[in-house]
């Protein structure tokens, strides 16, 4: 694995702020847009508010959560929205994978029309990783897992309704497929803690069941393209 290590988070936040700010300086000088997609989360939050006062053109880019839950724009839970607010003045868009409003039952029709109209591919992907090995909203024995694990599929997105539904975010979700994740001039794994590193190198163990640890899945097929950074 292509492991970068940081002594404390502090550092880390530095680290992955440098690489990304790198990436999209290189993407822009030779394409006119870049696009970008975000994991939400306590570790990548300071990251984003790190990159927005650094030196770079964000209006040219475009960013979008790996996965969303199904609430409007305005509600706390929202990815969407507290991605936005690391980012807030710096210029950088936001669209979304669900609509405004977020009515009636989750469906995939908004995060289609918002990944159509993006860059392709993206020019950065980051991702996160939950204790239980889940990425994006791809849990453990979700009925959605094996078509959001499909490298093959040309889904863009689908639908995850957790079972059971986490207490401190109870609701259906929409998720980037594993497949539109690997769509990237660069991806990037983000953790911190002894814990997850320790569910991280048991994924990365020969003959892993991805149903189990679903970042088994994104290691065996990403390859040299991932970048995994960690602090304690």
């Known amino acids: 694995m292509n492991w970068n290590e940081f002594p404390d988070r502090n550092k880390l936040v530095d680290g992955v702020c440098r690489r990304i700010h790198d990436q999209l300086a290189d993407s822009l000088v030779n394409r006119p847009e870049a696009g970008i997609a975000l994991a939400g989360g306590a570790t990548p939050l300071p990251i984003y508010a790190g990159l927005a006062g650094m030196a770079l053109d964000w209006s040219r880019v475009t960013a979008v959560a790996t996965d969303e839950r199904w609430v409007p724009l305005d509600h706390e839970a929202s990815n969407a929205r507290q991605i936005g607010r690391q980012f807030a003045g710096s210029g950088l868009?936001?669209?979304?994978?669900?609509?405004?409003?977020?009515?009636?039952?989750?469906?995939?029709?908004?995060?289609?029309?918002?990944?159509?109209?993006?860059?392709?591919?993206?020019?950065?992907?980051?991702?996160?990783?939950?204790?239980?090995?889940?990425?994006?909203?791809?849990?453990?024995?979700?009925?959605?897992?094996?078509?959001?694990?499909?490298?093959?599929?040309?889904?863009?997105?689908?639908?995850?309704?957790?079972?059971?539904?986490?207490?401190?975010?109870?609701?259906?979700?929409?998720?980037?497929?594993?497949?539109?994740?690997?769509?990237?001039?660069?991806?990037?794994?983000?953790?911190?803690?002894?814990?997850k590193r320790d569910v991280l190198e048991q994924a990365a163990q020969p003959g892993v069941d991805a149903h189990q640890l679903p970042i088994a899945a994104l290691l065996r097929t990403a390859g040299e393209n991932l970048e995994i950074f960690w602090s304690p």
């Open 93 to 195: 868009r936001v669209a979304s994978l669900v609509p405004a409003h977020a009515p009636g039952r989750a469906n995939v029709d908004q995060a289609e029309q918002t990944l159509a109209g993006m860059p392709q591919p993206f020019d950065l992907v980051v991702v996160g990783m939950g204790s239980d090995a889940h990425f994006a909203s791809l849990f453990p024995q979700s009925p959605a897992l094996s078509a959001g694990l499909d490298p093959g599929t040309k889904a863009g997105a689908l639908v995850v309704v957790p079972d059971p539904l986490p207490p401190e975010a109870p609701f259906a979700r929409v998720s980037l497929t594993l497949s539109r994740l690997l769509a990237t001039r660069c991806l990037l794994l983000v953790i911190s803690g002894q814990a």
